[in-house]
């Protein structure tokens, strides 16, 4: 009973995934949605999933309900994947509008006339010229 | 420049292509256009050597891929007003007299984009038999997810008008987006041709190439991209 409550807890927290994510990746929603409700079933049913289990081969109910929860990870997985492509959607939209941005900068600056030297005003040279050294 | 394109950007990806970026840009600007370098977050002089040639240079600030560099370049391009585009490789293996063949083709009226295509008529030069099997797969993939009717696929030369331009938006970042420059032009309706032309393949652009392993990685690229917004 321990057992079935913490699996069903678990699955409602995957329903609950699977609703959050079936915006940004409509694929995750029904795939997770399915897998957990499949899952769901088979715990409080658990003669049903043995059925299942022999009919498909698989042999034990249990290891049916391990083999949906591995379904479950796996596109837990994809959607994490997917995620990271959607990231690097974002950066590289970023990355496109620095670089255009520094482009236009560096044109903008290339064709401004170049700032000339302020004059220094009644400023003694450094050194005197070597004429007038040489009259000393 | 004669007929309704008054103004024509080439669109040039670049990464690590230090060694020959100069001379591409060089050929091009003697040819008489006005050429964009998008610099891939190169870490050789990338940038560098193609601004010294004549190009306009975009950094990106690291590097994202081809598509990305390719979709950045023709951003920049309509930013200053061009009403043309050809996108053109790095590598060298193009030629400069390609460009007015194409940009000849999206004069006519009603067409938007001009395919370059090595199985036309052109005598492409050194093509590897295993890349020729490489594009024979890809161009059958090709045909049977767009329905276009193409001889030639993830071939780099390419020209479109402004209008073309506008209506795709590449966001396969490496090389899938080749697959889907077509996939877009098939769901925009616009009309294309193809044009022959002629492929220099050389040990430097066939180093650079694409695999037989690249074609699984734009496969999965190409799934994945289909399963999110």
């Given at each position: 009973?321990?057992?079935?409550?913490?699996?069903?807890?678990?699955?409602?927290l995957?329903?609950?995934?699977?609703?959050?994510?079936?915006?940004?990746?409509?694929?995750?929603?029904?795939?997770?949605?399915?897998?957990?409700?499949?899952?769901?079933?088979?715990?409080?049913?658990?003669?049903h999933?043995?059925?299942?289990?022999?009919?498909?081969?698989?042999?034990?109910?249990?290891d049916?309900?391990?083999?949906?929860?591995?379904?479950?990870?796996?596109?837990?997985?994809?959607?994490?994947?997917?995620?990271?492509?959607?990231?690097?959607d974002?950066?590289?939209?970023?990355?496109?509008?620095?670089?255009?941005?520094?482009?236009?900068?560096s044109?903008?600056e290339?064709g401004?006339?170049?700032?000339?030297r302020?004059?220094m005003?009644?400023?003694?040279?450094?050194?005197?010229?070597?004429?007038?050294?040489?009259?000393? | 420049?004669?007929?309704?394109?008054?103004?024509?950007?080439?669109?040039?990806?670049?990464?690590?292509?230090?060694p020959?970026?100069?001379?591409?840009?060089?050929?091009?600007?003697?040819?008489?256009?006005?050429?964009?370098?998008?610099?891939?977050g190169?870490?050789?002089?990338?940038?560098?050597?193609?601004?010294?040639?004549?190009?306009?240079?975009?950094?990106?600030?690291?590097?994202?891929?081809?598509?990305?560099?390719?979709?950045?370049?023709?951003?920049?391009?309509?930013k200053?007003?061009?009403?043309?585009?050809?996108?053109f490789d790095?590598d060298?293996?193009?030629?400069?007299?390609?460009?007015?063949?194409?940009?000849?083709?999206?004069?006519?009226?009603?067409?938007?984009?001009?395919?370059?295509?090595?199985?036309?008529t052109?005598?492409?030069?050194?093509?590897?038999?295993s890349?020729?099997?490489?594009?024979?797969a890809?161009?059958?993939?090709?045909?049977?997810s767009?329905?276009?009717?193409?001889?030639?696929?993830?071939?780099?030369?390419r020209a479109?008008?402004?209008?073309?331009?506008?209506?795709?938006?590449?966001?396969?970042?490496?090389?899938?987006?080749?697959?889907?420059i077509?996939?877009?032009i098939?769901?925009?309706g616009?009309?294309?041709?193809?044009?022959?032309?002629?492929?220099?393949?050389?040990?430097?652009?066939?180093?650079?190439?694409q695999?037989?392993?690249?074609?699984?990685?734009?496969?999965?690229?190409?799934?994945?991209?289909?399963?999110?917004?």
């Amino acid at each position: 009973m321990i057992a079935q409550l913490l699996l069903t807890a678990f699955l409602a927290l995957v329903l609950v995934y699977a609703w959050l994510e079936h915006r940004t990746v409509p694929i995750i929603g029904p795939l997770a949605s399915s897998a957990a409700i499949a899952g769901l079933y088979f715990v409080w049913v658990p003669e049903h999933a043995t059925t299942l289990a022999a009919f498909v081969g698989i042999g034990r109910g249990s290891d049916l309900i391990v083999y949906t929860w591995v379904v479950i990870s796996l596109l837990i997985m994809l959607n994490l994947h997917l995620k990271l492509r959607l990231q690097l959607d974002m950066i590289t939209r970023l990355a496109r509008a620095v670089a255009i941005d520094r482009a236009k900068e560096s044109r903008r600056e290339a064709g401004q006339p170049r700032k000339r030297r302020p004059v220094m005003l009644g400023r003694k040279a450094e050194a005197p010229p070597i004429e007038l050294q040489a009259k000393k | 420049m004669t007929g309704r394109i008054r103004n024509p950007w080439i669109v040039v990806a670049a990464y690590n292509e230090a060694p020959m970026v100069g001379s591409v840009v060089s050929g091009i600007r003697r040819a008489g256009y006005t050429v964009v370098v998008v610099d891939d977050g190169s870490s050789d002089r990338t940038g560098d050597v193609a601004l010294l040639a004549g190009a306009v240079v975009v950094r990106h600030p690291v590097n994202l891929g081809q598509g990305a560099a390719l979709q950045t370049g023709i951003d920049y391009a309509l930013k200053r007003r061009a009403d043309a585009l050809v996108t053109f490789d790095a590598d060298g293996q193009h030629s400069p007299l390609a460009i007015a063949a194409l940009l000849a083709a999206i004069e006519q009226p009603g067409i938007d984009f001009a395919l370059g295509s090595r199985f036309l008529t052109g005598a492409t030069a050194n093509l590897p038999v295993s890349r020729r099997i490489l594009l024979s797969a890809a161009l059958w993939f090709t045909r049977a997810s767009t329905g276009l009717p193409v001889t030639d696929t993830h071939n780099g030369l390419r020209a479109m008008t402004a209008r073309g331009a506008r209506a795709i938006s590449l966001r396969q970042n490496r090389m899938a987006h080749a697959s889907e420059i077509l996939h877009q032009i098939a769901q925009s309706g616009l009309r294309f041709v193809e044009v022959p032309v002629n492929i220099e393949y050389s040990a430097y652009s066939l180093a650079k190439g694409q695999r037989i392993t690249d074609a699984l990685a734009i496969l999965i690229d190409l799934f994945a991209r289909r399963l999110y917004r």
